[in-house]
């Protein structure tokens, strides 16, 4: 299947927080724009997270330890394992969930 991001419905996650939500039938790929200034509250769920960092300058503290995440960096996330993040600047990321989020579904 192809799918265009332009053609996909925005889903806000949080405030500053948007997304861009493709699912298939095991995983959730979320394209996220997040404004600077806006944090993502602490959080953990069941699903195994990859977050690609695209562009910006995101803080995020996975399982109490917090890094500078910049373009390129990737951060994966076991199941379960508490997450934050804080972005410092205008950030664009790809995060990956397996299985796939029924909750994000619209």
């Known amino acids: 299947m192809f799918i265009k ?18 699912h298939t039938e095991q995983m959730t790929i979320a394209h996220v724009t997040i404004e600077a200034g806006h944090d993502l509250p602490e959080h953990h769920h ?6 690609n960092v695209l562009s910006g300058e ?10 500078l995440c ?6 994966t996330i076991p199941s379960n394992v508490p997450h934050s993040a804080r972005a410092l600047t ?13 909750d994000f579904k619209q």
């Open 5 to 22: 991001t332009a053609d996909l419905s925005d889903t806000v996650i949080t405030k500053g927080y948007t997304a861009k939500i493709v």
């Open 46 to 51: 069941v699903h195994e997270q990859v977050t």
């Open 58 to 67: 995101l803080e995020m503290t996975v399982g109490g330890e917090t890094h």
């Open 70 to 75: 910049t373009e390129g960096t990737v951060v």
């Open 90 to 102: 205008d950030c664009f990321v790809v995060d990956v969930f397996q299985p796939a989020r029924s």
